[in-house]
């Protein structure tokens, strides 16, 4: 009986030897994923005993309703109309009120039961999605940088959040069904045989036919469901990307574009949807009439046959073989919601099954002394041919400044990304006081290092919350605010109505470009780390602010060493090795003095930076450190 119900499981078994490959391996995967969904069941056994035990007693009450009937309609022909009979539990009772007595008593039984199975089957499986989400959310917090580049944020989101909601159906309402109605279905079936077993048996012929039809719809069901999830993906990726970007789609009349867009993606969506609802609500007519012919066949046999049954029997029959109906259909109805939360599980699992940032180092050291060596890096993106760097060696000793300059594109930032191992370099070494860089624990080699990123990120929170993240969050409000004088942005902060304390709102939506960066610079200040990298840090401060921030940080240098990406010269000039770098290539090397009267590549980007520096800043001091 529960064969149908749980399409996916039993039927393999049967159709594995004619199914062509394709199909036998999405069959076995969907087994696969079913059971692994189960797998995350069983810290739950308990609570799901309970709720299953509810749905023994909720199951068990339906047919006693049919018993009910029995006596209620025996006793409407019995000559009095009323009279002792003999009742099960209640015992030898007067007609008029044994009735309506058991039917309190089997409605209170099926309440209990109906309160117990979808409480504690409800407690499951918000356990179970809590438990999902966590481990989705945890995974992405050690995926690589690559996955990041690879997948758009709209579906990893929409993962986290949708996708989890169906599993959600798959588990309550699926299981809900498949167990309530399931037994449901088992009790009125086992009333029937035990009442007459012959005119059952008709029931048993009509099976085979449903099941067929509930199989074939549910492949149909999980092909659509996966559909709609990449649509639904796009719908939030279209959306988000238009929220974040508001100013460029109003300043270039991107508009209609994005209009278009998410008309074309929301019609899409709509579409599959629709399609959905079409395939089950073609199939539940169906297979309602299916189950309705077979309802005709019991009347005519229940007429045909009846024998010297009572008027009672015959009527509890009919009204229980009538009930049946019901359950099937929602049983057949059930395998649409498990496919659907298969076909989350599914992606939610190719997520969980990512492989984390590589992390098999080992060094741990308490704290370096900041000395930095590339030999021979060459870098490559995942799935790019181009390769992005090639053969760089150099050598920051303790303490040292060197500055990276180059045209846009030259591999600066990339460089910059693998000393933190945020990409694998397959092909030379970065070793740090000596150690390569694979050689650390992540942690540990992320602890030595301050980065400035050329995109900064804030979150929405505080001024202190934002310079003081994650393992700097202890730190006394005096430390973030040396930090933040530091980083020439305690002048800012204090003029602000609640000072360290003001929301800066969505990635600091509420601050200035160059109010954004000297955050992002305080932070990295605060961190107070051996090796400091600034990608781009003080691009959009104005040469005041530059220059105060470089004296602070002269001022500290002199225990750290500064990996420095800029454009502005005057932050390069000082450096104790200025690397040229052209095409992933470090092209020239040495310090201001020595490259600028080469007439080289250093040469013509001062020339060109120096009539940049004249055009931008009024201020005069700019060009003459030029
Ligand atoms: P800029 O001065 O504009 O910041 P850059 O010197 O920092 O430039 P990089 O960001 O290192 O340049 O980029 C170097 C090259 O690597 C570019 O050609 C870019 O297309 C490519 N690249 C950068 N990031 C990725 C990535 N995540 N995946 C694939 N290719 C990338
Ligand atoms: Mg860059």
């Known amino acids: 009986m529960l064969n149908f119900?749980?399409?996916?499981?039993?039927?393999?078994r049967t159709r594995k030897l004619l199914m062509p490959q394709a199909a036998r391996s999405s069959h076995d995967s969907s087994l696969k994923i079913y059971f692994r969904l189960l797998r995350y069941l069983r810290p739950f056994i308990g609570l799901f005993l309970v709720s299953l035990f509810g749905y023994v007693i909720f199951a068990s009450a339906q047919p006693m309703l049919a018993v009910i009937l029995k006596y209620f309609v025996d006793g409407l022909n019995a000559p009095a109309g009323v009279g002792q009979q003999e009742f099960p539990l209640i015992g030898r009772v007067e007609l008029m009120y044994g009735v309506p007595i058991l039917t309190l008593i089997i409605i209170a039984w099926q309440g209990l039961g109906s309160f117990l199975g979808n409480y504690y089957l409800a407690r499951v499986s918000l356990g179970l999605i809590d438990d999902l989400r966590r481990a989705l959310f945890d995974g992405l917090l050690k995926l690589p940088n690559r996955y990041f580049d690879q997948n758009n944020s709209g579906h990893l989101i929409s993962r986290i959040t949708y996708n989890v909601t169906m599993v959600t159906g798959a588990a309550t309402d699926a299981i809900k069904i498949v167990i309530r109605e399931g037994l449901t279905v088992v009790f009125l079936f086992g009333y029937l045989l035990w009442m007459n077993w012959k005119l059952t048996l008709v029931i048993v012929g009509v099976l085979p036919i449903i099941g067929f039809t509930v199989n074939n719809a549910s492949r149909r069901f999980r092909k659509q469901a996966r559909k709609i999830q990449a649509a639904m993906g796009d719908l939030t990726h279209i959306a988000s990307e238009t929220i974040q970007s508001y100013r460029v789609v109003r300043s270039f009349g991107g508009e209609d574009y994005e209009?278009?867009?998410?008309?074309?993606?929301?019609?899409?969506?709509?579409?599959?949807?629709?399609?959905?609802?079409?395939?089950?609500?073609?199939?539940?007519?169906?297979?309602?009439?299916?189950?309705?012919?077979?309802?005709?066949?019991?009347?005519?046999?229940?007429?045909?046959?009846?024998?010297?049954?009572?008027?009672?029997?015959?009527?509890?029959?009919?009204?229980?073989?009538g009930m049946l109906p019901k359950p099937i259909r929602q049983l057949s109805e059930v395998s649409a919601t498990i496919q659907r939360g298969l076909a989350g599980a599914e992606s939610i699992f190719s997520q969980l099954d990512e492989q984390p940032e590589n992390n098999q180092g080992t060094v741990e050291r308490e704290r370096i002394i900041g000395r930095l060596e590339v030999r021979n890096l060459?870098?490559?993106?995942?799935?790019?041919?181009?390769?992005?760097?090639?053969?760089?060696?150099?050598?920051?000793?303790?303490?040292?400044?060197?500055?990276?300059?180059?045209?846009?594109?030259?591999?600066?930032s990339t460089l910059a990304n693998l000393i933190p191992r945020f990409y694998h370099h397959e092909q030379g070494q970065i070793?740090?006081?000596?150690?390569?860089?694979?050689?650390?624990?992540?942690?540990?080699?992320?602890?030595?290092?301050?980065?400035?990123?050329?995109?900064?990120?804030?979150?929405?929170?505080?001024?202190?919350?934002?310079?003081?993240?994650?393992?700097?969050?202890?730190?006394?409000?005096q430390h973030i605010e040396q930090a933040a004088n530091a980083a020439n942005a305690a002048e800012f902060i204090e003029r602000l109505a609640q000072g360290y304390d003001t929301l800066i709102g969505e990635n600091g939506i509420m601050l200035s470009g160059g109010q954004r960066q000297r955050l992002a610079i305080a932070r990295a200040i605060l961190k107070d780390a051996p090796l400091l990298i600034l990608d781009e840090a003080t691009s959009a401060l104005d040469t005041e602010s530059e220059?105060?921030?470089?004296?602070?940080?002269?001022?500290?240098?002199?225990?750290?060493?500064?990996?420095?990406?800029?454009?502005?010269?005057?932050?390069?000039?000082?450096?104790?090795?200025?690397?040229?770098?052209?095409q992933g290539r470090i092209v020239e090397r040495g310090t201001h003095?020595?490259?600028?009267?080469?007439?080289?590549?250093?040469?013509?980007?001062?020339?060109?930076?120096?009539?940049?520096?004249?055009?931008?800043?009024?201020?005069?001091?700019?060009?003459?450190?030029?």
């Open 5 to 12: 119900c749980l399409p996916i499981s039993p039927s393999g």
């Open 259 to 321: 209009a278009e867009r998410f008309r074309k993606a929301s019609a899409e969506n709509t579409v599959k949807q629709l399609r959905m609802v079409k395939t089950s609500s073609t199939f539940t007519p169906l297979l309602q009439f299916i189950t309705f012919s077979s309802m005709s066949v019991i009347l005519f046999l229940v007429l045909f046959l009846r024998g010297d049954a009572s008027a009672g029997e015959l009527v509890a029959y009919i009204t229980t073989a």
């Open 378 to 412: 060459n870098f490559t993106y995942p799935d790019t041919e181009q390769p992005v760097l090639q053969n760089i060696n150099f050598i920051a000793e303790p303490g040292q400044m060197v500055a990276l300059v180059g045209r846009s594109g030259s591999g600066k």
């Open 431 to 477: 070793l740090l006081d000596g150690v390569d860089v694979q050689d650390y624990t992540l942690r540990n080699l992320r602890q030595h290092i301050a980065l400035v990123t050329q995109q900064v990120s804030l979150f929405n929170d505080t001024i202190a919350n934002n310079i003081a993240y994650g393992d700097l969050a202890s730190l006394p409000r």
């Open 547 to 582: 220059r105060h921030i470089q004296v602070e940080l002269e001022n500290m240098t002199s225990n750290r060493t500064t990996l420095v990406i800029a454009h502005r010269l005057s932050t390069i000039e000082r450096a104790d090795l200025i690397l040229v770098m052209d």
């Open 593 to 626: 003095s020595e490259l600028l009267p080469l007439n080289g590549y250093y040469t013509r980007l001062h020339a060109m930076k120096f009539a940049e520096a004249d055009d931008e800043d009024v201020v005069p001091e700019s060009s003459s450190t030029v």
